[in-house]
């Protein structure tokens, strides 16, 4: 399901951080203990009133050496791009000023729906000061204070209140959807020309050419399949140019729409940060991967390069070993015929489902193999287990006390279950829970 997107907009230091952290409570703190996981912490999820959504956090964008008032324009403008509704952030310490009313000119021209957020209203007889934000002309203005959590309800009533109906495609069941996600210029639109068969989606060496994502169904050896080609994941211009770490943005919907995504690196550039970051995204969601090596043919190998480069992948993406990787040119269309079963074997792990008397036997195996850990004189006693979802597979185990179930156990776990079923491509989920 496609979530909509929120995002905060203010001069700096108005507590656009502070917020950002309190509506997304504890999520943002969750820290993987899997060396190679990169966060970015501009961009998160949130939920209210059972409402999904997607929250970005200007206050993250590193302009560089802009002038001021440029930076808070530039950060706005990347707020209207990618936002459904924006919450306008202000603080009720100094009033309204020339800043602010700068940023209320962007926002009223952005046509997109704005909430008004006060903030550091940390006492009562501090409302009577909010008055003179009606003259920005965006209605009531929604006291509030961050570093007491106060006010945030109303604030997100309103918030969810205008969120849109996303009009999302509905294929049929059998259908894999599989998007290419990617910094810029690493071939994603050449990739899904070559699948194709046919020059269906502009190609070109600049990067942000492809501006959104656009849907490519088509059938291949009688499998259907839709390709999600997010290839403009940063648009063109020098805000996106200056703000590399936004470029996730362009790629989130897209994830949420896949059962697949295929992490598209350049051979020519090799592994940078940003690939890790785009990465870390389709495995929180929860998506099949497949990495792919794109620009193959342009690189000098030997019988050893692909080897080197395989080990060279696992060692920047320890969280993701579960994914394939697949060497291809796009431009040759040499070896893109491997990548389409490897696709079909990612999709097919990603719903898989194991009957709970073997899943036990594996996991009873596993225990006799390695005895649970034990914590100040409590061993964890594993009771019983049974999957209770897939895309991706997801296995509660039934124990004594959940916390004893250490992260290197259940990971210790997760590498039984794949080692016996396979699961290649798609990440798997262990939840620890008490029986009752």
């Known amino acids: 399901m496609v979530k909509p997107v929120v995002a905060i907009v203010g001069r700096p230091n108005v507590g656009k951080s502070t917020i950002f952290n309190r509506i997304v409570g504890e999520r943002i703190s969750i820290v993987e203990d899997i060396p190679g996981v990169t966060r970015d912490r501009i961009y998160s999820s949130g939920e209210w009133l059972n409402n999904e959504f997607n929250i970005i956090d200007t206050g993250g964008i590193d302009i560089g050496d802009e002038p001021f008032l440029e930076q808070i324009r530039q950060q706005a403008e990347i707020a209207i791009d990618e936002a459904d509704v924006i919450i306008f952030l202000a603080s009720g310490r100094e009033g309204v000023t020339s800043a602010d009313e700068e940023v209320a000119k962007i926002l009223y021209r952005s046509k997109k729906p704005v ?15 909010i008055y003179d934000f009606y003259s920005l002309g965006f209605g009531e203005p929604f006291p509030i204070s961050g570093s007491h959590g106060i006010g945030l309800g109303d604030m997100l009533d309103a918030v969810v ?4 109906k996303l009009d999302e495609e509905v294929y049929e069941d059998d259908v894999i959807k599989f998007s290419l996600i990617g910094r810029p210029n690493v071939g994603k639109s050449s990739l899904v020309n070559a699948l194709l068969g046919e020059d269906r989606v502009i190609v070109s060496n600049v990067a942000g050419t492809t501006r959104d994502a656009v ?3 088509y059938t291949y050896d009688g499998q259907k399949y839709v390709i999600i080609d997010t290839a403009g994941m940063r648009k063109k211009g020098k805000v996106y140019e200056s703000t590399e770490k936004y470029s996730v943005l362009r790629a989130l919907r897209a994830i949420e729409r896949s059962d697949v995504a295929l992490i598209v690196i350049n051979a020519e550039e090799g592994i940078r940060e940003q690939d890790k970051h785009i990465a870390g995204y389709a495995h929180e969601a929860g998506r099949a991967v497949v990495i792919v090596v794109n620009k193959w043919d342009t690189i000098d190998k030997d019988e050893k390069t692909m080897k080197e480069w395989e080990q060279k992948i696992r ?13 291809l040119s796009a431009t040759t269309k040499k070896r893109v015929h491997t990548l389409l079963p490897v696709i079909n074997q990612a999709s097919e792990n990603h719903s898989m489902r194991v009957q709970s008397s073997v899943l036990n036997d594996v996991v009873m195996d596993a225990v006799a193999m390695n005895p649970t850990p034990t914590d100040k004189g409590k061993r964890l006693r594993i009771y019983y287990a049974t999957q ?3 895309k991706p597979p997801a296995f509660v185990v039934f124990v004594n006390e959940p916390e004893l179930m250490h992260f290197s156990y259940e990971r210790f776990l997760q590498n039984r279950i794949r080692e016996a079923f396979g699961f290649e491509g798609t990440p798997i989920r262990i939840i620890a829970r008490a029986r009752k």
């Open 388 to 390: 209770v979802a897939v």
């Open 215 to 217: 849907d490519s169904p």
């Open 315 to 327: 060692s920047h993406f320890l969280f993701m070993d579960y994914a394939p990787i697949v060497f």
């Open 161 to 164: 209140n205008h969120f849109p």
């Open 115 to 129: 909430v008004l957020a006060v903030n550091k209203v940390d006492n009562p007889e501090m409302r009577s000061q």
